[in-house]
């Protein structure tokens, strides 16, 4: 295990050498822990490097515990997972088909309240009562019947939240401390409700040119039983093993959780194959903090990864980390070659591009082409194909989509007529 270990740690310091790395990493197989290591700062500010006690927001990684409270009512006889969520939640009585298991599963049909205008734009910076969250998609139109599609939304697992808190009578916050996170020794993991100071918590950070930049501010009322928790990978790596225990709720009910099905996602974790081997896994994106946390429970194998810059590819990195750890070749990607594009290529990309109440003005200065990000943020590239894009500085690349009826589309927003 000394060679992967060795070969763990020359990649990442490889990747540090070549592209902006901050955040911690663990590597764990069959119980023991191969690799384990911070890089980059807490707090840029005051040059605060991360450790393996910093703490970070691990967004929709939560819907894990979320989905374990559950479990763990479910096996109290305080709910079953066919129950219409209407039995416990009388705003939702008009939703009489959809049931406690379709909000796990992401098969509810419920408009997804992030991906809203007004959200993305103003209201995730205001504090919100639930209430103010339900209007915002309760009365929504289903997007298709119940059980019949996937479509992930954070409607579903906001709900799953009110519901642990009507039955248990506790807030969510003091039934995932006291049933999960003290049970597990997981100290350094918690609920941000911007109420309190969060020992070794790093501040998350994006970039405008080439310089660091602080995420704008975040109130974590919205995000709730979605998305509220910070944690460490120390922490997670608990939370691993005490899935592969069943500490908190028999075999039986996990395999509920991990039970294969038409739409790869089970109760809180996305199920695939990756590297010819069952992946249980989820991640989490926001405001500059990225989580990702993927087991390989057949090979008692575990890979996590948390970050505090937002253009730091911890997907990527942590399955490159898998497939090195199962024997495969990951090499340190480099920086690509430019390719020349043609005058009137560049002309036409340039323009406003707008969604999720969100906008990128793609513009250029000599032979610099730049968008700027929310009227805040401004993001150089530069053509690696005519129609894919590198970032100057990091460790990422874009798309200019051309339809066929000419429309153009950049991050999955269409550009605006002008």
């Known amino acids: 295990m000394a060679v992967v270990t060795q070969r763990l740690d020359?990649?990442?310091?490889?990747?540090?050498?070549?592209?902006?790395?901050?955040?911690?990493?663990?590597?764990?197989?069959?119980?023991?822990?191969?690799?384990?290591?911070?890089?980059?700062?807490?707090?840029?500010?005051?040059?605060v490097s991360n450790t393996m006690d910093t703490k970070f927001r691990i967004w929709s990684l939560t819907k894990s515990f979320t989905a374990m409270a559950i479990m763990m009512l479910y096996e109290q006889k305080l709910l079953h997972f066919e129950d219409d969520i209407s039995h416990y939640?009388?705003?939702?009585?008009h939703l009489n088909h959809v049931s406690v298991a379709h909000l796990l599963t992401h098969t509810s049909g419920l408009a997804n309240y992030t991906s809203l205008p007004e959200y993305n734009k103003k209201l995730n910076k205001l504090r919100l009562t639930q209430s103010d969250v339900l209007h915002l998609f309760i009365d929504q139109p289903l997007s298709f019947k119940p059980g019949t599609s996937f479509a992930y939304t954070n409607s579903g697992y906001f709900l799953l939240g009110m519901l642990i808190e009507r039955i248990a009578n506790s807030t969510f916050e003091s039934y995932i401390q006291n049933h999960i996170l003290t049970p597990l020794g997981m100290g350094n993991t918690g609920i941000d409700n911007n109420k309190k100071v969060i020992n070794q918590m790093s501040s998350s950070y994006h970039s405008s040119w080439e310089d660091f930049i602080p995420c704008e501010y975040m109130d974590m009322s919205s995000s709730f039983s979605a998305g509220a928790m910070y944690s460490t990978v120390d922490d997670l790596y608990l939370w691993d093993q005490a899935l592969s225990s069943a500490k908190l709720v028999s075999r039986e009910t996990m395999d509920l959780a991990f039970k294969p099905n038409d739409f790869n996602y089970g109760f809180g974790w996305f199920l695939d194959k990756r590297y010819g081997r069952s992946r249980v896994y989820h991640g989490g994106a926001y405001r500059g903090f990225r989580s990702e946390l993927h087991r390989y429970p057949n090979d008692n194998a575990c890979i996590i990864m948390l970050t505090n810059y937002d253009f730091v590819p911890v997907?990527?990195?942590?399955?490159?980390?898998?497939?090195?750890?199962?024997?495969?070749?990951?090499?340190?990607p480099e920086r690509p070659q430019p390719w020349s594009i043609d005058e009137h290529v560049?002309?036409?990309?340039?323009?406003?591009?707008?969604?999720?109440?969100?906008?990128?003005?793609?513009?250029?200065?000599?032979?610099?082409?730049?968008?700027?990000?929310?009227?805040?943020?401004?993001?150089?590239?530069y053509p690696i194909s005519e129609t894919t894009f590198h970032h100057t500085w990091y460790d990422w690349k874009c798309n200019f989509m051309i339809e066929d009826s000419g429309d153009i589309s950049f991050l999955g927003m269409k550009k605006r007529q002008e």
């Not at 902006?20 to 807490?42: C, D, N």
């Open 10 to 47: 020359d990649y990442l310091s490889g990747y540090e050498r070549n592209w902006p790395l901050s955040g911690t990493v663990l590597v764990a197989q069959h119980g023991e822990i191969l690799f384990r290591k911070a890089y980059g700062y807490a707090n840029i500010e005051h040059q």
């Open 89 to 93: 939640l009388p705003e939702a009585a």
């Open 315 to 332: 997907l990527r990195l942590t399955e490159s980390l898998t497939d090195m750890l199962f024997g495969g070749h990951a090499p340190v």
């Open 346 to 381: 560049y002309a036409n990309y340039m323009g406003t591009y707008e969604g999720y109440g969100c906008t990128a003005v793609v513009d250029r200065h000599d032979d610099q082409l730049f968008f700027v990000w929310n009227e805040e943020e401004f993001i150089p590239i």
